[in-house]
């Protein structure tokens, strides 16, 4: 008797494992975040299926449940492959595998974030600038789903829905611009993008995203655990920070 599925995955991390595996960690969208054993999958044959962004068909099969389990996969989209030429979908890629892999708790199925994870990757191949702002709203997205989600539909001093333009970096509540004006300072920005779904925005507007997030990622995602917050999500705003900053 064994526990065997198969399923669409992204390739979230892969490390090393014995003589020429790989514990392979993946993201799907009933098993959630889970873990297998890729028999060769260090090996040259296997190196370009196993590399964190790619889109696969995944076998995974054990005799119990709990156990690691073997994996086994065929390649459907080569994200990785084609990031390799574009720094800033390499590190977009990097990022988004690197917070899933941590962020989501193991064999918990989180079926929103995954199916917008996998959109990202399947549109990165227009470049990273066309889906920058739909990877804020999925960061923003992951924290909905881990129970730290963002209420950017009202402001939280007056009730007003209109002229949303601050963050409290304290209750990730919305301020509308008059109430907001004493504490700007002491407030996040929020960029117009994180609540118009059709908006692409610009570097500024996604630096302003990405430190929007990033605070209440380190604080809670990671921080609620003791984590660090993963370096590729350091190195992603380091490039939109500079990109902002030079246009």
Request: with cysteine; glycine share 10%; net charge negative.
């Amino acid at each position: 008797m064994s526990v065997e599925w198969t399923a669409p995955a992204v390739v979230l991390e892969v490390r090393p494992h014995g003589e020429g595996g790989a514990v392979v960690s993946l993201l799907t969208e009933e098993h959630g975040r889970h873990a297998g054993l890729a028999k060769g999958g260090s090996s040259r044959a296997q190196a370009g299926l196993w590399l964190p962004g790619n889109l696969i068909e995944a076998r995974w099969i054990a005799r119990l449940p709990d156990q690691l389990g073997a994996l086994t996969g065929e390649m459907v989209h080569p994200a990785a492959a084609l990031a390799m030429d574009d720094p800033l979908a390499l590190a977009l890629l990097s990022s988004a595998c690197a917070i899933a892999a941590d962020a989501l708790p193991e064999r918990e199925a989180h079926p929103r974030a995954f199916h917008a994870l996998v959109s990202l990757i399947a549109h990165l191949a227009g470049g990273a600038e066309t889906v920058l702002a739909d990877y804020i709203r999925w960061e923003a997205l992951v924290l909905t789903e881990l129970g730290y989600g963002l209420n950017l539909d009202t402001c939280a001093v007056t009730g007003t829905t209109e002229g949303l333009t601050h963050v409290s970096p304290r209750t990730g509540r919305a301020v509308s611009a008059g109430a907001a004006a004493p504490y700007t300072g002491r407030l996040l920005p929020l960029p117009a993008f994180l609540r118009d779904g059709d908006s692409p925005g610009d570097a500024a507007a996604w630096d302003a995203g990405l430190r929007l997030t990033g605070h209440f990622l380190e604080r809670d995602a990671f921080g609620a655990r003791h984590r660090p917050v993963p370096e590729a999500r350091h190195r992603l705003a380091d490039r939109v920070a500079a990109l902002a900053g030079a246009s």
